[in-house]
């Protein structure tokens, strides 16, 4: 196919910036003169598939290495959070400035209005892009053995978001069918899904909300746990972008790098720390999975058209595999365009 007259203008003129700030790139890792660009790549995954913090730690690490790896002087300094209140202030006020933002997906319902912070990409395990939340009980709690046992009894969870939070329990995990705040006895905030899931299993709660991915769930602990209730599909985690960093060239570098993680050795490797095997981007549309990650909540009186939450339904037979048949909860927001980048010889 023969290519307009005036497109190659326009592609030498890319090409040759690409190559100045490849150059640059090679000659700051290599200690000559050129400097690279310091941002904060901040991550913040309670409900995330880690045995321990320090698997994550070494993780995000593992991330942030690749991606420097594919972008002109870019270095990335990551700041792993196990708290949202710690992660939401560095977000305000730290220092350097944040480019990336990798987070379970209620997290970005608190995201400041004036933030240029947004959801650019989302961790996929092979086709799928979403998780269930599940709520899980001992098996031999005879006592307990669907959502409405639940009433009155001590939970657990993970507290992903700020001010958002008890909305984003009402109206997205259980659909409005409760208001978890007077239905459950007691709800007690955990670090991370491990704490949640021990704290049921030495009989500390009646019940923990957690990821269907919780590592725990293909381990020796998983007969000892029951599935009492799971959410509809929601997003896994998801990448968000600060705009104006970087410039158009580095743009499409980081992009690249990205979506292209699944056919790079080190790429392969980061993803898998992750349980994840690709990178894939959140593009407008009008299907589920075209939209972005959860952005803003519809209330639960008017529930915005664009919007299809269905129903919740219980796991039919108490199994930690029981199949979910509803739709999956992802919010339309405006995405800022990228530049398509040249296909490679």
């Not at 910036?17 to 660009?37: C, F, H, K, P, Y």
């Not at 593992?62 to 972008?71: E, F, I, R, T």
């Not at 929601?234 to 600060?242: D, F, G």
């Amino acid at each position: 196919m023969t290519r307009p007259r005036w497109l190659l203008p326009c592609v030498l003129g890319i090409s040759l910036a690409m190559a100045v700030e490849l150059t640059s790139g090679v000659r700051a890792v290599s200690g000559q003169a050129a400097e690279s660009d310091r941002f904060a790549f901040v991550v913040h995954m309670p409900t995330g598939p880690f045995p321990s913090p320090q698997e994550l730690d070494r993780a995000a690490s593992s991330l942030a290495a690749y991606v420097a790896q594919y972008v002109p002087r870019l270095d990335l300094d990551v700041r792993v959070f196990r708290h949202w209140p710690d992660a939401a202030k560095f977000l305000q006020t730290g220092q350097p400035r944040t480019l990336l933002l990798l987070v379970d997906s209620p997290f970005v319902l608190d995201l400041p209005a004036a933030s240029e912070l947004t959801p650019m990409y989302r961790l996929a395990s092979g086709d799928a892009e979403t998780q269930r939340f599940v709520m899980v009980a001992r098996s031999d709690n005879e006592a307990v053995t669907s959502i409405a046992d639940l009433k009155g009894k001590n939970v657990s969870m993970v507290e992903s978001a700020g001010s958002q939070f008890s909305s984003f329990l009402r109206q997205t995990i259980f659909a409005a069918m409760i208001d978890p705040a007077t239905f459950f006895g007691a709800i007690t905030a955990t670090a991370d899904d491990q704490a949640a899931l021990y704290g049921v299993l030495l009989s500390r709660f009646d019940a923990a909300l957690v990821s269907e991915e919780n590592p725990v769930f293909g381990g020796e602990e998983k007969d000892k746990l029951k599935v009492v209730f799971a959410t509809e599909p929601l997003s896994r985690p998801v990448i968000a972008l600060q705009q104006g960093l970087l410039s158009e060239v580095r743009l499409v570098a980081l992009d690249r790098a990205l979506l292209r993680i699944d056919e790079r050795d080190e790429g392969k490797q980061a993803m898998q720390a992750f349980a994840s095997t690709r990178i894939v981007r959140v593009v407008k549309g009008e299907g589920p999975m075209e939209r972005s990650s959860l952005a803003t909540l519809p209330s639960p009186e008017k529930k915005v058209m664009e919007v299809d939450f269905g129903g919740v339904s219980s796991a039919p037979d108490n199994t930690l595999d029981a199949p979910s048949q509803v739709v999956p909860i992802l919010v339309e927001v405006p995405l800022p365009d990228l530049p398509e980048p040249e296909e490679e010889d």
